[in-house]
């Protein structure tokens, strides 16, 4: 990542974001909030009128709520050509001035004879705006890492998990989805051990954000506090290989946020972790809801957060979660 200096005041309600040994710094603001807009499914297609509707979606969205942090949860490029976009997309927060993470999806693969989900990092590790990594490169998948938060006493006081869940099976025994593995599983467990030490052994609020959900999603639906449009099955692997149960084991992870099923954008909460849908962002879609994105906003110093949908055009599905 370029080495760069960032300077933003802090007046009251505007987040800290500056350069720490070469990288961005992010920070609850002195209310102790740190807002989140998650993005996802913009399914770009390079040359099709409709990117420039995502672009003002995103940008309305931007604008209105002024995150801290972006983060775009996969299925990002739609088919060839690949390589374009991943430089055009950046673009749109960097314009913005606003730090943003990119986990990668299913469709995100599928032009791999042009751009490797390796080289697709690379990509995005020339944007100063850019808080994410490739991650370790002995475990499965490309984009597991963790994004800190530092409260107003600059520790660490919150954790983003990102990680990568993969694209399609190889066994036609476990559906059409591959699972994020068990040694990408092992690598959360032991970075949520490597933080909890460091907080006098207590778990640090967190959040994960993956393109594809687990199973765990289904059993939501129709519970009386889950809020938002459930249009569409649940699309996980059929294979179950507990990362549910690892965020419970932990005790960190208290939301869950994904893409992948186009037309669901709910959330509820499943023995005390919320499980979320984002909502669709991109105009090259069959989505049946107004374009936008998820917002969510964290509480220092707790495991709260509250979130809604934001459009260019309304603020709907509010749901706040206190653990």
Same mark, same amino acid.
């Given at each position: ?39 996802? =499914? ?5 040359? !099709? ?11 309305? &969205? ?7 942090? +972006?983060?775009?949860?996969? =299925?990002i490029v739609w088919r060839l050509p ?20 990119? &986990? ?33 490169? =002995? ?39 591959a699972p994020v593995f068990f040694d ?50 649940? !699309? ?15 005790? =960190? ?22 499980? +979320?849908?984002?909502?669709? !962002? ?42």
């Amino acid at each position: 990542m370029k080495k760069f200096i960032l300077t933003i005041a802090v007046f009251g309600f505007i987040a800290l974001h500056v350069a720490a040994q070469g990288n961005i710094r992010l920070q609850f603001n002195q209310t102790g909030k740190f807002k989140i807009v998650q993005f996802t =499914d913009l399914h770009w297609l390079h040359g !099709s009128p409709n990117c420039a509707k995502t672009i003002a979606t995103i940008r309305a &969205v931007l604008e209105t709520e002024k995150p801290d942090l +972006a983060i775009l949860t996969g =299925d990002i490029v739609w088919r060839l050509p690949a390589r374009e976009p991943w430089t055009d997309i950046p673009r749109i927060f960097e314009d913005a001035k606003t730090p943003f993470a990119v &986990v990668l999806g299913n469709h995100d693969s599928e032009a791999s004879t042009e751009i490797s989900r390796e080289e697709i990092f690379d990509i995005l590790s020339r944007s100063p705006y850019f808080v994410g990594e490739k991650g370790p490169a =002995d475990i499965h998948g490309c984009g597991n890492y963790v994004v800190p938060i530092r409260g107003t006493n600059a520790n660490i006081a919150a954790l983003i998990y990102c990680l990568d869940s993969n694209d399609y099976s190889s066994d036609p025994r476990y559906g059409t989805y591959a699972p994020v593995f068990f040694d990408q599983i092992d690598w959360y467990r032991q970075q949520s051990d490597k933080y909890s030490a460091a907080n006098d052994h207590k778990p640090l609020p967190a959040l994960a954000f993956f393109h594809i959900p687990f199973p765990e999603y289904n059993n939501i639906i129709g519970k009386e506090n889950t809020v938002g449009h459930i249009s569409e099955h649940v !699309s996980a692997p059929q294979y179950n290989t507990g990362l549910f149960g690892a965020f419970l084991e932990k005790g =960190d992870v208290m939301g869950v946020f994904v893409g992948h099923d186009h037309s669901n954008d709910y959330i509820g909460v499943e023995l005390g972790i919320a499980l +979320a849908y984002g909502r669709v !962002s991109g105009a090259d879609q069959g989505a049946k809801a107004e374009q936008g994105g998820r917002i969510i906003e964290l509480h220092e110093n707790k495991f709260a957060f509250d979130t809604w949908i934001r459009t260019p055009t309304v603020k709907e599905l509010e749901f706040n979660f206190n653990k």
